[in-house]
């Protein structure tokens, strides 16, 4: 048996995960990062993309949104504006999302409008690649 | 007889008017039975947030970033002050709206320089009467709190404080504690470094010094912007919930004056068509008593 911490995935409006993880993999600003239990205090910011989680040996997959993780020895904290499990991922709507930011991108847009549509070009492609490998 | 047309009338027009309020008061009530299932679900997350910004500042070392920027260095004169106000889109709903105004009035009153952003059209409105300085490109409703536009009221404010427009940014909002609405005031910008500074205090509690990957200030400049979008989200929340709190109680109270009303109206109605039939009999019996004395 691994040795084990505490992980918790909040996002805005739900509590998604609580419990005793082995391994958690998620992707930060600056690449996929890894993080098993005992690691060194670290605070760390999430992007869009896919966490995987391991418990009891199994992983776990998850779609999460911007956030950060506040990393622990013991316990691990992670913060999300969105949490979804792949299989509750609405394909249909992620597709249009992702053509309409595509759309706008082709227009001229102010500083702020083009980060707004990035962001959201971004949570649209996380969530369609996520979803065809479930 | 006037009197009893009169009353009947005013009974027509408090049942009428109870007819409305009833039904605002069953419209809030699911609106709050679904605004209350929102705030559950956020109330984890919310509160956890905190505490981990204040953990994770305990844990920081020492560095500079603009958004604990406190000191600016400018005299209290030239201090630039922002309240982001949150008062409800519509009234009837007791002191709700009342008490947010009162208590952004006493703040503003204690600084010079004040701007404020109200969110809800009660709160502009009123401010915007009085000449205040309201951002008037700062329009957003108090309806059904949703994370993008608690993401665009966190870029707004940011945006400003970053570029130095405004000093320090204070939310004033209403809290749901036991189903009491309280007006509450929480400092945005700059972050308080005052958790930091227990640290030096209690330093065997501190067990190590986190690090921040890739760098303190890319961190930073992610995690703050982050932090305060999910604080405003909760705000939100909680500031809608308050309303829809208190305008259920407000319309269940405005329900039952008026079924008061009404009942002391139709006492007051019976007894005034007693009073009239039995002046018509005394009318009649002394009528009829002059003809027979004939």
Known sequence: MAKTFKLDILACDKYFFSGDCEEVIFPSIDGSRGVMAGHEPMICCLSAGEIQYRCDGEWHRAIVSEGFLEVMPDFVKMFADTVERPEDIDIKRAEAAKARAEERLRQQLSTKQYYHTKAALNRAMARIKAAGKH | ?294
């Open chain 2, 1 to 294: 007889m006037a009197n009893m047309r009169e009353i009947k009338e005013r009974i027509g027009s408090i049942g009428d008017i109870m007819k409305i309020t009833n039904a605002m008061y069953l419209i809030s009530s699911s609106k709050l039975k679904r605004a209350r299932a929102a705030l559950d679900a956020t109330e984890p997350y919310f509160e956890n947030l905190q505490y981990s910004i204040h953990h994770i500042l305990k844990h920081t070392g020492d560095f500079k970033h603009p958004f604990f920027d406190n000191g600016r260095d400018k005299p209290e004169d030239e201090k630039m002050y922002g309240y982001v106000v949150v008062t409800g889109d519509k009234g009837l709903c007791g002191a709700y709206n009342h008490n947010i105004v009162k208590l952004a009035e006493q703040e503003i009153a204690k600084h010079k320089n004040t701007c404020l952003f109200v969110i809800g059209s009660m709160g502009r409105a009123y401010f915007e009467a009085r000449g205040m300085n309201v951002d008037t490109e700062f329009l957003y409703t108090a309806q059904d709190p949703a994370m993008y536009r608690a993401r665009r009221i966190q870029e707004t404010i940011t945006d400003m404080f970053l570029k130095k427009r405004i000093d320090e940014i204070h939310v004033i909002y209403t809290k749901l504690e036991k189903s009491q609405e309280i007006p509450q005031l929480l400092k945005l910008f700059p972050l308080e470094r005052e958790h930091f500074e227990e640290r030096r205090v209690a330093d065997e509690m501190r067990h190590s010094t986190a690090v921040f990957e890739p760098s303190p200030e890319a961190v930073m400049d992610n995690l703050v912007p982050n932090y305060v979008k999910g604080l405003i989200f909760g705000i939100l929340t909680e500031a809608f919930c308050s309303e829809q709190n208190a305008r259920m109680t407000a319309m269940d109270s405005a329900t039952g004056s008026a079924r008061d009303m009404i009942a002391e109206l139709t006492l007051d109605y019976n007894r005034a068509r007693q009073a009239a039939i039995t002046q018509e009999i005394t009318e009649i019996a002394s009528g009829a008593r002059s003809q027979k004395n004939k």
